[in-house]
């Protein structure tokens, strides 16, 4: 997480990237990075599981949760 708040996305309100299965709503929470590139990098590294899939940009939210 450290690594987020020191490395955010040069674009305004957006933390990162993720890879998103076209037509769903969000998108896989394991696939988020800081850079655009190391999402390309990962869907390429994933070959078929992420064929049908795009790269969307991400905002991180912190929730509390009661336990």
Not at 13 to 41: C, H, M, N, Y
Request: glycine share 8%; aromatic share 8%; no cysteine.
């Amino acid at each position: 997480m450290k690594a987020f708040l020191r490395h955010r996305s040069p674009r305004w309100g957006f933390d990162g990237w993720a890879i998103r299965i076209k037509g769903d709503q969000k998108p896989l929470a394991w696939t988020v990075s800081t850079t655009r590139e190391e999402a390309r990098d990962m869907r390429r590294e994933r070959g078929n599981l992420l064929r049908d899939s795009e790269i969307v940009k991400v905002r991180i939210v912190v929730e509390a949760v009661e336990g």
